[in-house]
């Protein structure tokens, strides 16, 4: 072995064709580190810095000797550690197109097909569709399926991403192309190439729409021709020195950091002689567990190897016994292993093969499995470990290794895992290889697995399951169980496998299991991770589809032993299929005389799309480092209530650490106190804390690494303070509120007397993170006179950071300029929650006199800013036999955390709101904010209307099942009509309900389909689908009367070129672009003349938060009014010379001395405050309609469900922009499934949040959305209240996702209804697997006895 010394210690690679060579590189920064921090690229982003979201996905690519194949491979920068990527080249978004080089085809599809709304996933989403074209330049939507399932997106709804990547794809030419008998795509088709587009050479923007229909409807939001054609030949070629230089991939490395060492050894016996020096030394592949344990679990591990380049340990060997894999052979090659394997050997040799490629599937994102490695897998002995339940039930065999002791080996069996992550390995041995054996005859093997979310989710619990059958009969001779998910360690089921030894596989062996089953795995009622029941249930599940596979296999074996399966059994055993996502977009075309560069109306791109797909739209933590700036490392409380002592002396002695700021920092208890309506917060916690998560401090120090590292060693001791007070029920219990309110309409306690039928009821709507891509992210800049400062923000609202900041400081509103340019995502998160941040960051940057800059953490940003409000329902309902409703009595409480925030006027939208869409003339309704020790609950798109609306429709829907007739009609008997009063007394003009919900129902073909769903569900009883119409009325404008104000400024400079300002922010929903569409159609010229450079406060002051849905119609009126001043001041000129251009216009005006700048003002007209005793006031300016039909399927057996068809017509008046409005009803439709489906948060009783980061919390990936998709809208209902005929868009569809809820609880309906069961019962929200499980009871829910509340203490509440 060479000497430590002999050792290289320059690392050595590529990045977009650029060498690197570092002789200083720290072990301990990551890739995406190195690119953002050193190397200034900016494109690859931040997102979670926990492989969950794929933001930071780059390419590598590495060149294999042996074979003379270059590979290329996606992974995910935040956990690469930038030392492992020596000898390889590294491509990002910035290396493959640019707007200033040219766009690569990627780039340009996924931006001009509408995938781009706040973009911050979108360099991750082109890398990842790069590396796939890279190794398949015409690949499948199934691939591109496989190649996503890293990647996340808040905004998009995925469904433009896919369809714009579809144009790449061989499934591109199955619907036939364009439909022009010379489609380009038929002949990419023909031609072997990728198609879309090959050949057209159009590169427009705003002329870019499909004109070439022929009638008044259009289903093409982007030109499918204007594509460059995608040339593999011409992508950048791997660097030639990579190839020649082997020295690069096969030397022996060594990097020694400040804190931890790096070593690459090139063989096994410097691996070994590493090891056996350093026995505490973690070796890492992928680091995708070290990294997440170095990251988030504060784990320090001084040396670190890297045996990427052992032989030994990265072979793939054939044996006759079966395959052994070396243990840093990566989860890819695996797959690919076992796919070769599955084609070449006999079905019954590969059982084993198949059902660890089925579990692969579902095992982490491509990024991941990519990176990481089977022997990772095995050692970090993670008790939901999918490889190693498989593993163990199959018998895998280990070879372990050290330097004293050399091979030994052994069979992954019950003794093998010594205690939560610990096994037999030695401290001073490694994994060697790992044998995986091939299956006989007679022999079978299945894999389970169940998240909360399908894909790139860690199970819930998972299993491996084999049985080997006597000679030639249903006679078991050994049965293999092992599970993941019930123990801390993964865990075989010795009684049963032991007991159904010598039985037939029968009814009856099947019933003995399931009692002893549950009597192998128990699980304690407070084991982490909680879902008791449902864990213990998914056991028996599990067990009870491999009963029935293992059936279907013998009885094609053994047919005159063994029954086959029937329909019914077939079906739950189904595989999860890979379908062709379907899609259409319906819209209005704009009118044949409509001038070619008005865009009103037209699907015009965002305008940042392109710069977001390449890298180049800045974000805040994209702006360059000011030499002499600061980071700031957050103190959070961890206690929910308590009184504090803060010790930072040791954080201080820390080198790189300037100054720990707190409460003691504030000249007065008013300047540390702020808050959005009334100053109930402190800026830093004084002397007590309310939640988890508040900001006690903040360390500013030279870099993030030294300034987290300083924050957590400031020492705070915690004197609880009782009550800590978590759920709404304690709230309740405590009489703990802001306040309350009522809306009492006619007569509810008479009606409810004399009604036909009345039903009470309760249900729980949980809250739901932002998650925003872009975590909060600040820039302080103090300017040094006067006490200006500037504030570079990812906001809503610049105006509210501006007012708290110039309080915190002691000054006056004019010396604080906050500027945003744009923001990675926000949807109400970033509206008054960001001043938690922001107000103490300029405190801090102002007493040190320095730029200071902060970018939450992931889970920071989770634990710190508040969610939805989680909310209780309680309701009473009379109505008459054929389900009208007479009266309703509703008391809703929301959880609105330590301090008031917005929650008031969240509680009075749902108030306004549960009506939904349904008529009721004897309403009282009350709402409760519940004072909470939660972090304060804020803004969600919807702000509060989803919950009352759920409400609404929970009710109708179980008065429907109590009638027993089908939902629609008891839908559509109360649906209003125009002329109709609401319950808070506004008249509903132009009511376009009706034609939403006509439209909708007959686009979706409802009843027809009801029947075939009503025949599926008489004939299968573990498979259950559900079908719902939704409607949605939605009410547009601030409820805060003063709020409905907004400003616009317009410079027009000599040259014709048009700087616009306006008060709205962006934040992907594509307000700039329409707001530049009402300039350019009011100024009569064409949109590229004009520019919007960012959102600031000394540009439009006095701003309201961009929310409400109402930033198009406020500032688009304002921007009306400032271009129509200049237009106007034109008119002289453009009198007198007709026929000139613009520019002619303008100079003119110039040289006459007439102002080219004007500012534009509106308010909305008609609305007044809402009086809540006299009934009396018109809170809402209009109201916006839509209806969805979504079918879905449920297995009643895992609570898994998938959305086969989603259906929705909107209407949004007169589109100003086509493409963003259904991109919008996308997004938020698909929020809004997440929000009622996956999205579950978990808070421990104590008040902590559990579900932190991607990783815990399951927002909707590609997968997850309805396999066919179709959005029209409405035609032919201008709205007279907004700007040109539109209406707003950004919050009303997001309830549509509630059908997905309604048809799964129909869905449920069904299993009870053959279970004997009432078919009104109550299903919270969010409808989760677990959920969905548990209200299906059969025989195996029927066995398990939950344990007595007040017996134990839960893992989580309820909050
Ligand atoms: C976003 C994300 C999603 C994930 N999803 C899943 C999932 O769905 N299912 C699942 O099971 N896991 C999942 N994981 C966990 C993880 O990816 C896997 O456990 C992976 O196989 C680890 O491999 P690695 O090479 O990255 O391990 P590393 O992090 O490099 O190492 C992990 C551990 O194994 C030890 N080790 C590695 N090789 C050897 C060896 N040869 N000898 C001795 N010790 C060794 C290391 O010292 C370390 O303790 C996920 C992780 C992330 C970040
Ligand atoms: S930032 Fe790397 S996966 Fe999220
Ligand atoms: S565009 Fe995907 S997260 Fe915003």
Known sequence: MPEENSASSTLVFFVNGRKIEDDNVDPECTLLTYLRNKLRLCGTKLGCGEGGCGACTVMLSRYNHLLDKVTHYSVNACLAPVASVHGLAVTTVEGIGSTRTGLHAVQERIAKAHGSQCGFCTPGIVMSMYTLLRNAPVPSMEQIDEYFTGNLCRCTGYR?????????????????????????????????????????????????????????????????????????????????????????????????????????????????????????????????????????????????????????????????????????????????????????????????????????????????????????????????????????????????????????????????????????????????????????????????????????????????????????????????????????????????????????????????????????????????????????????????KFYLSVQGQLSKRLPNLVQPLNDMEENAIRLYEHTTPKNTQVFQKVPAGQSPIDPIGRPMTHTSALKQATGEAVYVDDMPRFENELYAGLVLSTHAHAKITIDESSALTLDGVERFICARDMPSIERNKMGCIVHDEDVFAYE???????????????????????????????????????????????????????????????????????????????????????????????????????????????????????????????????????????????????????????????????????????????????????????????????????????????????????????????????????????????????????????????????????????????????????????????????????????????????????????????????????????????????????????????????????????????????????????????????????????????????????????????????AASASSDLNGMAVMYACDKIRRRLEPYIAKNSKGSWEDWIKAAYFDRVSLSATGFYRTPGISNFDFEKLEGTPFNYFSYGAAVTEVEIDCLTGDHSVLRTDIVMDVGESLNPAIDIGQIEGAFTQGLGLVTLEELRFSPEGVLLTRGPGAYKIPGFQDIPKEFNVSLLRGAPNPRAVFSSKAIGEPPLFLGASVFFSIKEAIRSARDDAGLSSVFRLDSPATAERIRMACPDFITEKIKSAEPGTFKPWSVTV
């Open 160 to 544: 433009p991403i896919l369809d714009g990547f579809r144009t790449f794809t061989s499934d591109a030419f199955m619907n036939g192309g364009c439909g022009k008998t010379d489609c380009c795509k038929l002949k990419g088709a023909n031609s072997g190439t990728n198609g879309c587009a090959n050949g057209a050479s159009s590169d427009s923007s705003v002329g870019e729409f499909d004109e070439y229909e022929e009638s008044s409807i259009s289903h093409s939001l982007y030109d499918k021709y204007g594509f460059k054609s995608y040339d593999p030949t011409q992508e950048i070629i791997f660097p030639p020195e990579l190839k020649v230089n082997t020295e690069l991939q096969t030397s022996y490395l060594q990097f020694h950091g400040p804190r931890v060492r790096f070593y690459r050894p090139s063989s096994l016996s410097q691996l070994l002689q590493l090891k056996s020096l350093h026995p505490a030394a973690k070796i890492i592949v992928g680091n995708t567990e070290v990294g997440v344990e170095v990251k988030f679990k504060n784990q320090v591990y001084p040396v670190l190897i890297n045996p990427s380049n052992v032989t030994e340990l990265n072979a793939v060997l054939e044996k006759d016994s079966g395959i052994v894999f070396g243990a840093s052979v990566t989860l890819t090659t695996i797959e690919e292993t076992f796919r070769v394997h599955a084609t070449k050997q006999k079905e019954y040799k590969t059982r084993i093969y198949s059902a660890i490629l089925e579990m692969l599937r579902w095992f982490a994102g491509k990024q991941i499995r990519n990176a990481a490695a089977i022997g990772g897998n095995i050692m970090t002995g993670s008790p939901i470990s999918d490889l190693n339940p498989l593993l163990m039930a199959a018998g895998a065999t280990l070879t372990l290794c050290s330097k004293e002791r050399g091979e030994r080996q052994v069979v992954m069996d019950q003794s093998f895992f010594t205690g939560y992550r610990r096994n037999i390995v030695l401290p001073d041995e490694i994994l060697l290889s790992v044998h995986i054996p091939y299956t006989n005859e007679g022999e079978y093997f299945f894999g389970y697995k169940q998240a909360k979310r399908r894909d790139d989710d860690i199970a819930i619990v998972n299993a491996g399951m084999k049985v080997i059958f006597e000679h030639e009969s249903d006679i078991v001779k050994q049965l293999d169980l092992a599970f993941g998910g019930m123990a801390p360690t993964t865990v075989m089921a010795p009684i049963t496998m032991k007991k159904l030894i010598g039985k037939k596989w029968d009814s009856s062996l099947l019933e003995e299991a399931t009692m002893l089953l549950l009597e192998d795995l128990p699980l304690s009622p407070s084991a982490p991770g909680g879902m008791i029941e449902y864990r213990r249930a998914l056991t028996v599940s599990f067990f009870f």
């Open 688 to 1106: 007590k804390v309310t939640c988890v998560g508040q900001i006690i401090g903040i360390i500013l120090a030279k870099d993030q690494a030294t300034a987290q590292r300083a924050a957590k060693l400031v020492k705070v001791h915690y004197e609880d303070i009782k009550p800590c007070i978590v759920t709404i029920q304690d709230a309740i219990g405590e009489k703990s509120y802001y306040n309350s309110y009522t809306i009492n309409k006619g007569d509810v306690e008479t009606v409810l007397k004399r009604s036909a039928n009345v039903l009470e009821g309760e249900m729980h709507m949980g809250g739901q993170e932002h998650f925003y891509l872009e975590t909060n992210a600040h820039l302080a800049v103090p300017k040094g006179e006067d006490g200006e400062l500037e504030l570079f923000s990812s906001t809503q609202n610049p105006t509210e950071a501006q007012k708290l900041i110039a309080n915190a400081l002691g000054v006056p509103e004019n010396r604080v300029v906050v500027r945003v340019k744009r923001m990675g995502g926000g949807f109400g998160g970033k509206e008054t929650r960001t001043c938690t941040i922001s107000v103490p960051l300029c405190i801090a940057a102002s007493l040190v006199n320095r730029p200071v800059r902060i970018m939450l953490d992931r889970d920071e940003d989770m634990v710190i800013t508040g969610t939805r409000h989680p909310f209780l329902c309680r309701w009473k309902v009379g109505f008459s036999a054929d389900g009208t409703v007479s009266a309703i009595n509703m008391d809703l409480y929301a959880n609105g955390g330590n301090s008031l925030d917005l929650s008031g006027s969240v509680v009075h939208r749902a108030m306004f709101s549960m009506d939904n869409a349904y008529k009721c003339e004897n309403v009282r309704v009350t709402g409760y904010v519940c004072k909470t020790n939660l972090p304060s609950n804020t803004a969600f798109r919807g702000f509060g209307g989803p919950q009352g609306m759920l409400f609404a429709e929970d009710v109708v829907q179980r008065v429907a099942a109590f009638l027993n007739v089908d939902s629609y009609l008891v839908r559509e008997r109360n649906l209003y009509a125009t002329g109709d009063k609401t319950h808070f007394n506004q008249l509903l003009e132009n009511c376009t309900i009706r034609s939403c919900w006509d439209e909708v129902k007959q686009q979706a073909n409802y009843c027809s389909r009801k029947s075939s769903i009503d025949s599926f569900n008489r004939q299968n009883k573990y498979r259950k689908k559900g079908i719902s119409i939704i409607p949605v009325k939605f009410g547009i404008a601030f409820t805060a009367l003063f709020l409905n104000q907004a400003g616009a400024l317009v410079h027009v400079y000599s040259d014709g070129s048009v700087l616009l300002s306006h008060g709205g922010t962006e934040m992907g929903q594509g307000l700039h672009t329409k707001m530049i569409q009402v300039a350019s159609k009011t100024l009569q010229i064409s949109a590229d003349k004009i520019h919007i450079a960012e959102t600031s406060s000394d540009k439009v002051p006095n701003t309201s938060p961009t």
